[in-house]
């Protein structure tokens, strides 16, 4: 690109070359009085000595001079890249067509014949400069057109730049983001096919206690929290290596060409034993822990989200075993998380085609050995699978929400079976059903109205409904417990304390609450023999419940001599093998029929 600096005000300075003396006198005359700057060359040579020193605007030159013609002139000056954008107009007395075509070969761009008439030489100059101005303006107008289009590229270069970066990392901390991350762990997946001595690993982390700070603290304290997460990682990242921000309080770090999986443990440890130290905020001092999953890397893996699936699994199994700790994968966690997916969808399924039954196990009054009652315990009789263990099944729908959907249904059908069973005598009407509530059933808002109308539809009275929760749903929502509890009680309805002794334990609500039964768990009925030193915390439970006019319930009496230790410590009521399973309404219906008594 040439660089042009036209100055549209300037005189238009022309060169004239001619070896006759008057007719440089006569065109010079003619010119300047027009008001141009005229300059005047007797020969070639000394034409090209003056155009080469101050390029003229335009140049009238005559054709026949001796030893250098105009023909040969204008080919040097078109030779010379100084020279060869000027314009000229050849002056010839010579009216030949063939010499005028020689002319415009050689780089004319016009001819003005002898004799000079005024107008027409005025005329062809002032065209010829016009055209000049003009083809300097344009290439002036392209060189700064061409200029802006490179700042403008240059600035899309830089803006596609940032672009790239805010694709590619995370907004918040600056580290890579799991797009970035991908990326990389396709190219370590390629080289460990390409190299079998290649090794890297993939750890997982999420920060065990992060939601309860950004809940409490807020979230712009979180987002300070996660910015020095992510520095106190970095400290211990190589540049080889990739440490990513998931998203939330998730990271994940890429390790390359590791010399083995020891490495990765090593690391692991580091993070774990730096987590242990506070992190200063601005205006707080926050402790926090993480569980990491490691996966190791090999050839046989396709996929990047395989990779980052499997560590996460690991993750959480971290979580699982007490958390701020780490675990390793192998691929049977990963066939166990395919057998929980497939669980969940087989209970969707199960809800929905009514596979789940109701079991019901005997409540004994220890001192009649008569049923009192009976606890409600839901099963899942799989089409395929049979019946599946409720450790199995329960934690599942906890996790996705089903359990709310399944403790309504199990609500239902059990007054509508002991109501059924009332009326066909086969129980009077002081026994009572004992149901489970779930901490998130507890939590539902319209809980007591979907008590309301199963009583309503089962024409249960409410004092033979027992429902049971766990010490966790009481303490976990006081305010509102209190309230639901007072509830029904107005209704009387019969309120149980599941697996007392291992939750809270705080006597504290005892008092603040309406609770009409303690169960002991059977953890501490397992632990019962001859031995008067394995009592354990039973006399305290039992001396509690008679000192607040509570009735108690021991679960988990398997053997006599649990059952005989129990009636000796005054204990009320019990449940277990020893008086018979859970079992499906007809059986429990021909247990009925014999009138059992312990």
């Keep these: 690109m040439n660089d042009y600096n036209l100055d549209l005000t300037k005189t238009e300075d022309i060169l004239i070359v001619d070896d006759t003396p008057d007719n440089l006198h006569l065109l010079s005359r003619m010119l300047t009085r027009q008001g141009y700057n005229v300059r005047k060359a007797l020969n070639g040579s000394m034409a090209l ?182 520095r106190r990682l970095n400290l211990y990242i190589k540049p080889q290596n990739t440490l990513a921000r998931l998203g939330g309080d998730e990271f994940a770090i890429l390790l390359t060409e590791i010399p083995n999986s020891h490495h990765a443990i090593e690391l692991a440890d580091q993070i774990l034993e730096s987590f242990s130290k506070p992190f200063q905020l601005e205006r707080h001092e926050v402790f926090i822990n993480a569980s990491i999953g490691i996966v190791i890397g090999h050839d046989e893996y396709n996929e990047p989200e395989h990779l980052l699936r499997d560590a996460d699994t690991a993750m959480y199994r971290a979580k699982a075993l007490g958390k701020g700790q780490y675990h390793i994968f192998d691929p049977a966690m990963h066939a166990a998380a395919l057998e929980r997916l497939q669980l969940e969808t087989d209970l969707r399924r199960g809800l929905e085609q009514q596979e789940l039954v109701v079991h019901y196990q005997p409540i004994v009054n220890l001192n009649t050995g008569k049923i009192a009652g009976f606890e409600a315990l839901v099963r899942w009789r799989h089409p395929e699978r049979g019946l599946v263990p409720p450790g199995l099944f329960i934690p599942i729908a906890e996790e996705t929400g089903l359990i709310t959907p399944i403790g309504y249904w199990v609500l239902s059908e059990s007054c509508r079976q002991l109501r059924t069973w009332q009326k066909q005598n086969l129980v009077d009407s002081s026994v009572f059903v004992s149901v489970n509530l779930s901490v998130k059933q507890f939590c539902q808002p319209n809980l007591l109205e979907q008590i309301d109308q199963v009583l309503e539809q089962s024409q249960l009275a409410p004092n033979c409904l027992k429902l049971e929760i766990t010490e966790s749903a009481i303490m976990d929502n006081e305010k509102d417990v209190a309230f639901i509890l007072r509830e029904m009680r107005k209704r009387h309805i019969l309120i149980s304390i599941d697996d007392f002794g291992t939750g809270y334990s705080s006597l504290s609500y005892l008092h603040s609450f309406p609770v009409d039964t303690l169960k002991v768990d059977k953890s501490f009925v397992q632990r019962l023999n001859q031995e008067p030193e394995n009592v354990g915390l039973i006399p305290v439970i039992i001396s509690l419940a008679k000192t607040m006019n509570m009735s108690v319930i021991a679960e988990g009496i398997e053997l006599p001599e649990q059952l005989m230790i129990l009636k000796e410590l005054s204990c009320g009521f019990g449940q277990g093998y020893f008086f018979s399973k859970p079992v499906p309404p007809e059986q429990l219906m021909e247990l009925l029929s014999h009138t059992p008594q312990w």
């Design 49 to 230: 000595t003056a155009a080469q020193t101050v390029a003229p605007d335009l140049i009238l030159l005559d054709i026949m001079m001796p030893e250098m013609d105009g023909y040969e002139v204008c080919q040097h000056l078109k030779a010379n890249a100084k020279t060869a954008e000027i314009p000229v107009i050849f002056l010839s007395a010579l009216d030949d067509v063939l010499d005028k075509v020689k002319g415009f070969q050689v780089g004319g761009v016009d001819y003005i014949t002898k004799p000079f008439q005024f107008e027409e030489v005025l005329a062809r100059v002032q065209n010829q400069l016009a055209l000049r101005a003009a083809e300097l303006e344009v290439r002036i107008l392209n060189a700064e057109l061409e200029a802006r289009v490179k700042e403008r590229t240059q600035q899309l270069e830089e803006a596609n730049a940032k672009l790239l970066q805010m694709a590619l990392h995370d907004a918040l901390t600056g580290l890579p983001n799991r797009a970035l991350l991908m990326t990389d762990l396709n190219q370590s997946i390629q080289q460990a096919k390409a190299d079998p001595n290649y090794q890297f690993a993939v750890l997982f982390l999420d920060c065990d206690r992060f939601k309860v700070v950004n809940d409490s603290l807020g979230h712009l304290v979180g987002d300070e929290l996660l910015i020095l997460i992510s």
